[in-house]
Each structure stands twice: as C-alpha cells, then as structure tokens.
C-alpha cells in the first residue's frame, strides 16, 4: 500500500507518494508559476485583422489574446484534431467566421510571452487521466505511442462501447492517451464520466457569465492527486490545509467519489513532510551521488542529451567472493535507480552502468529485477537489454521538468562546469589579457582587480613572471584583492 501526503501553502503546493515509509514519488507546484495553458475562457472578438487571417480576443487578461483561422472551430467540419482543416486557398476567411463584439468559447494553448499576449484555440479539448475529451468533434484517436495495429483497434473498439452513440445523448470524440493502453473498462469509463461533468460544467458558466470570464482552469496539483494519482494500492490522501481540504473534497465528491473516501485532514503538530523524512529525502535527490545501505553508492549526471548513472561497489566487502560482492550491489542498485529516476523526474535518453558481471544468470537476475522496479513507475518506460559494452539503455518519458532543473539554476561561479579553474590558471589569463591590452593601449599603469587567493599567487609564487611581464611592456602593474571577487572573476583598469 502506498500512502498520498499533501504539503500546502500559498505559494507552493508539495506532493509526496509514500510505500513502507520509503518515498517513491515527489510532485510540486508553485503558484507564481502555473501557466494558463489548458484555460478556457468566455471571450469577446475586438477586433478581426483580415490581412493576418486572424482575431484579437478579449478574455479578461492584461493584454488581447491571439486567434488564428487555424485555430478556429468550424461547425460540420469532422474529423478535424484541431483547427480549421480546410484545404489551402479554399479555407473560409476569418471574416466571414468571426465579427467585433462575437461571444466566443476558447482555450489558451500558449501563455503570454514579454509583449505577446496568449495564443488561442476555438477547439477545446479537456485533458483527464488517461483520455483528452474533444467535446466538438465526434471521432476516437488513439495516441500514436500505443503499440502495434492490433492493440490499437482492440482499444478503438472498447472505448466506442463505452463512449456510446451521438443519438443517445452521449456526443464528443475521445483521444487516448499513452497510459490509456492498459487501463480496464471500469477506469476508462470513470476518466469518461469526469470529463464529460467537466464540460457541462463549462457549458452551463458560458451559459450565465459575461465575456471575459474564466469557465475553466486546468487542475491544481492538488485537484490532479485525485485524478492521476489515486490507485487501488492508494491507503490514504492526508494534507495539511484545511481549506484545501475542504476544496479537494468538494472537487471529489462531485467527480471522484472513491477516491474522496480516502481523504484526511492531517492536524498533528510536526509537519506533515517530517512524517517520512522526506524533506531530507528531498536533499538528497538533488545530489549526484546516492549512497546505497550496502556501502556501494550511485552517481547521477544529467546533460542537455541524456542522463547516465554509474554504479560503483564503494566499501563494500560483504558478500563471500567478488562476484557475489557485484551481483548484490547491481540487485540493489536496480531498485534504487528506479526510485530516484521517479523522485527526480529524470526524462529522456538515460544509459545506467552496473558493475561489469561475468556470470550470465547474473545479468539476467538484474536486468529482471530492474524491470520489475521500473513496472512501478507512471511514466512510459522502454528499457531495452545489456549492450556489448554492459551498458542498460532505457528511455523514459519527458512529463515535465525535472526535479533539479526546477529548484535549482546553474552555479554563478562555475557557469554549470561543475569546476572552476585554478588560482595558476587565472594568473596566467591575466598576463595574457595584459599583453594584449599593452598592444591596443598605452596607459601610465596597469591595475589588477582580482580574487585575494589569485593575487597572493602573483605576489608570491608568479612574482617573477609578473615582473617580467612589466618590464617586457614598458608599463608597472599594480595588484588590488577584492574580497567579494571569486577565483575567475577580475578585472584589469587602465589608469
């Protein structure tokens, strides 16, 4: 059984999914940074540009927002995804669609940038857990990531089951998503049930609220537990606010009542993250090594193409022989990775090097208990077998940003290198750039602003070359520390 803990302030709301006291998930979000994205908006046409082939629309923001013809619902035009699927050239003109003063029903699909204001679609389309509801459109598509033919049939066939026939009051088509492809009808039909509720929900706020209103928000992280992270192994959703309680438990009363059974309002006096330590869980999934219970230890690097994870015995001497040593830090390194590459939300490309192992029946034993810890992930997982180096390559899917990216920046000192360059090597970086500024100018002197550990070296250890350097230039050079300077950072002044 797994356990929900919810952390709630103003500003941040945090998300912790517990098993045994061990925390396996960690899902945030800040409020000054929720986009609009997913927004749906009772908006008003200001003004139709006919030469852009596109419309200005208020929508109660700062700043107008943008619609193109491409984005715009065109009633009797089926099958259409998004947008307005005419051929080139035969396409209606926006002003013929659209007319200053029009209400009109749209959803934000790209939020404002600097001077731009937020883009816009007429197509709404209602994300849920394993389904996005096209509420003007009537067809099944199903992502193309769900595997072969066949599977994808099978799934077309058993959501048009579910779905039922225009004529019998169920309308709108239905796109599945990639975790859709094991899900069981009961699920299916519950995601079906939640997003058609949320539509008539929109319809009936378009119905009574004047333009410029917000019909619908795309959930909160706390609205989303109920509908993405809630499971049959879930034992309970404890969190901290009692305001937030009270909205969560309206939220799932009205579209998930099973889950709402689970609901507590945690009101203990330590905080509700210093339960299962996961705060300092939280530390350490920011570092880049992890050390394993056994001695041996992880170490965890992430780059613009991939992220590689190497595994190495450290102190590790327990077992009888150096095979055995290897096989039971590879088996527990297997779930380890796969709990920090949940926990750091770790995407993309991702190359893990276990220990090199002779034996067969060892790869095999870890490669199975690998897989088996990734099955627990949410996200799509492809992990493919040992390659001839013995390397595990693996690719998982790129649901947001990941864990570091989001709390942390590059270091100012090192630029993200990870190093910094030596007290010699910004000493001789100076006299080079001294050099050349020699060659331009003809100052009465030169001044070296610098880091006090680079111009002790140039007093003492360099004192030579410096001099060297003055007389070879005709000019004297003069030396100031500067306490707040890092290593690589100076300054040369003219005087």
Same mark, same amino acid.
């Given at each position: 059984?797994?356990?929900?803990?919810?952390?709630?302030?103003?500003?941040?709301?945090?998300?912790?999914?517990?098993?045994?006291?061990?925390?396996?998930?960690?899902?945030?979000?800040?409020?000054?940074?929720?986009?609009?994205?997913?927004?749906?908006?009772?908006?008003?046409?200001?003004?139709?540009?006919?030469?852009?082939?596109?419309?200005?629309?208020?929508?109660?923001?700062?700043?107008?927002?943008?619609?193109?013809?491409?984005?715009?619902?065109?009633?009797?035009?089926?099958?259409?995804?998004?947008?307005?699927?005419?051929?080139?050239?035969?396409?209606?003109?926006?002003?013929?669609?659209?007319?200053?003063?029009?209400?009109?029903?749209?959803?934000?699909?790209?939020?404002?940038?600097?001077?731009?204001?937020?883009?816009?679609?007429?197509?709404?389309?209602?994300?849920?857990?394993?389904?996005?509801?096209?509420?003007?459109?009537?067809?099944?598509?199903?992502?193309?990531?769900?595997?072969?033919?066949?599977?994808?049939?099978?799934?077309?066939?058993?959501?048009?089951?579910?779905?039922? $026939?225009? %004529?019998?009051?169920? =309308?709108?088509?239905? !796109?599945?998503?990639? @975790?859709?492809? #094991? /899900?069981?009808? &009961?699920?299916?039909?519950?995601?079906?049930?939640?997003?058609?509720?949320?539509?008539?929900?929109?319809?009936?706020?378009?119905?009574?609220?004047?333009?410029?209103?917000?019909?619908?928000?795309?959930?909160?992280?706390?609205?989303?537990?109920?509908?993405?992270?809630?499971?049959?192994?879930?034992?309970?959703?404890?969190?901290?606010?009692?305001?937030?309680?009270?909205?969560?438990?309206?939220?799932?009363?009205?579209?998930?009542?099973?889950?709402?059974? $689970?609901? %507590?309002?945690?009101? =203990?006096?330590?905080? !509700?993250?210093?339960? @299962?330590?996961? #705060? /300092?869980?939280? &530390?350490?999934?920011?570092?880049?090594?992890?050390?394993?219970?056994?001695?041996?230890?992880?170490?965890?690097?992430?780059?613009?193409?991939?992220?590689?994870?190497?595994?190495?015995?450290?102190?590790?001497?327990?077992?009888?022989?150096?095979?055995?040593?290897?096989?039971?830090?590879?088996?527990?390194?297997?779930?380890?990775?796969?709990?920090?590459?949940?926990?750091?939300?770790?995407?993309?490309?991702?190359?893990?090097?276990?220990?090199?192992?002779?034996?067969? %029946?060892?790869?095999?034993?870890?490669?199975?208990?690998?897989?088996?810890?990734?099955?627990?992930?949410?996200?799509?997982?492809?992990?493919?077998?040992?390659?001839?180096?013995?390397?595990?390559?693996?690719?998982?899917?790129?649901?947001?940003?990941?864990?570091?990216?989001?709390?942390?920046?590059?270091?100012?000192?090192?630029?993200?290198?990870?190093?910094?360059?030596?007290?010699?090597?910004?000493?001789?970086?100076?006299?080079?750039?001294?050099?050349?500024?020699?060659?331009?100018?003809?100052?009465?002197?030169?001044?070296?602003?610098?880091?006090?550990?680079?111009?002790?070296?140039?007093?003492?250890?360099?004192?030579?070359?410096?001099?060297?350097?003055?007389?070879?230039?005709?000019?004297?050079?003069?030396?100031?520390?500067?306490?707040?300077?890092?290593?690589?950072?100076?300054?040369?002044?003219?005087?």
């Amino acid at each position: 059984m797994e356990d929900i803990l919810i952390n709630w302030t103003p500003q941040e709301t945090r998300v912790a999914v517990v098993e045994n006291g061990s925390l396996q998930e960690l899902h945030m979000e800040r409020t000054l940074e929720r986009g609009l994205v997913g927004n749906v908006y009772s908006g008003r046409v200001a003004r139709v540009l006919p030469g852009m082939q596109s419309a200005f629309i208020d929508i109660g923001l700062e700043r107008a927002a943008f619609l193109h013809v491409a984005d715009l619902h065109v009633e009797g035009a089926p099958g259409q995804v998004r947008g307005h699927h005419a051929e080139a050239g035969t396409a209606t003109p926006i002003e013929r669609l659209l007319f200053e003063g029009q209400a009109l029903t749209v959803q934000v699909i790209k939020d404002p940038i600097g001077t731009k204001g937020a883009r816009l679609s007429s197509q709404i389309s209602i994300a849920g857990r394993m389904l996005v509801f096209l509420p003007q459109d009537e067809h099944i598509g199903i992502s193309q990531k769900i595997g072969s033919h066949e599977a994808r049939e099978q799934l077309r066939a058993r959501m048009q089951l579910l779905v039922g $026939k225009p %004529e019998e009051g169920a =309308g709108g088509g239905f !796109i599945l998503r990639t @975790n859709a492809e #094991d /899900a069981s009808d &009961a699920e299916l039909a519950a995601d079906i049930a939640y997003l058609r509720k949320a539509w008539a929900s929109i319809r009936q706020r378009a119905a009574t609220l004047p333009p410029g209103s917000l019909l619908h928000q795309d959930l909160s992280l706390v609205e989303r537990v109920l509908r993405d992270l809630v499971t049959e192994r879930t034992g309970s959703i404890r969190i901290d606010s009692k305001a937030q309680h009270e909205v969560l438990r309206g939220f799932g009363e009205t579209f998930m009542p099973a889950a709402t059974a $689970k609901l %507590e309002h945690y009101k =203990g006096e330590r905080p !509700i993250f210093d339960l @299962n330590n996961i #705060d /300092a869980e939280l &530390a350490r999934a920011l570092a880049r090594r992890v050390d394993l219970k056994s001695g041996g230890y992880l170490i965890f690097d992430q780059t613009e193409a991939m992220t590689t994870v190497d595994v190495n015995t450290g102190g590790f001497v327990g077992a009888r022989n150096f095979d055995d040593t290897i096989f039971k830090t590879n088996l527990e390194a297997a779930g380890s990775i796969a709990r920090q590459l949940r926990l750091r939300n770790l995407g993309g490309i991702i190359i893990v090097d276990f220990i090199d192992m002779t034996r067969e %029946e060892h790869k095999t034993a870890v490669l199975t208990e690998f897989r088996k810890q990734i099955g627990k992930d949410r996200t799509k997982v492809t992990l493919g077998g040992f390659t001839q180096l013995g390397l595990v390559e693996m690719t998982r899917k790129r649901t947001r940003e990941s864990l570091s990216r989001m709390l942390c920046e590059p270091c100012p000192t090192c630029e993200g290198r990870g190093q910094v360059k030596t007290a010699r090597t910004v000493c001789y970086d100076i006299m080079r750039e001294i050099l050349r500024e020699a060659r331009q100018f003809s100052p009465k002197e030169f001044r070296i602003v610098a880091a006090a550990n680079v111009v002790e070296m140039l007093l003492d250890e360099e004192s030579q070359h410096l001099a060297g350097l003055s007389d070879f230039i005709g000019k004297p050079i003069s030396l100031s520390a500067e306490p707040a300077n890092l290593t690589e950072h100076y300054d040369i002044v003219l005087l």
